[in-house]
């Protein structure tokens, strides 16, 4: 039986916000909030006589991704484009998430993102504005070297 104190520093020093590096377009991104990244397969079970599955079948990858910016950080990205363009006129990019546990680098890189809108939200009493821009991607390749 597992005692409080053998699971005190079972993994050490835990990876935390300060040890992720995302690089965006071709830079470091600092005017970040938060980036959350995911992805799944169908996966069914299949019956057949009885209540119990009998096997199971397999369908689509979904993969998701959402990036929250300070208005400053799409600024900067807008201000890059040429004149009358929208953040949505850019070509499909990867984000490259950075992060080391341990002494060991592990890299993700969320492929193929586009930006689907642009937006902002601010009320009173906000000292910053920030929005979640919302976004399409292929794939995530996690762990890659």
């Not at 991704?65 to 799409?74: F, K, M, N, P, Q």
């Not at 490259?96 to 937006?119: M, S, T």
Request: hydrophobic share 40%; charged share 25%; aromatic share 8%.
């Amino acid at each position: 039986m597992a005692t409080a104190q053998n699971l005190v520093n079972k993994f050490g020093k835990m990876t935390g916000w300060n040890n992720v590096v995302i690089n965006l377009l071709g830079r470091d991104v600092v005017g970040i909030l938060s980036l959350e990244y995911d992805d799944e397969s169908e996966d069914d079970n299949a019956y057949g006589q009885g209540d119990m599955p009998i096997g199971f079948g397999t369908g689509n990858y979904k993969a998701k991704v959402a990036i929250e910016l300070y208005v400053e950080e799409v600024n900067a990205i807008q201000k890059v484009l040429p004149p009358g363009s929208r953040i949505q006129d850019i070509a499909p990019f990867d984000i490259l998430v950075e992060y080391v546990y341990q002494g060991i680098k592990y890299k993700d890189r969320v492929r193929n993102c586009r930006f689907k809108g642009r937006g902002i939200a601010v009320k009173q009493g906000d000292k910053t504005i920030a929005n979640k821009p919302p976004m399409n991607l292929s794939h995530i390749d996690w762990n890659i070297v």
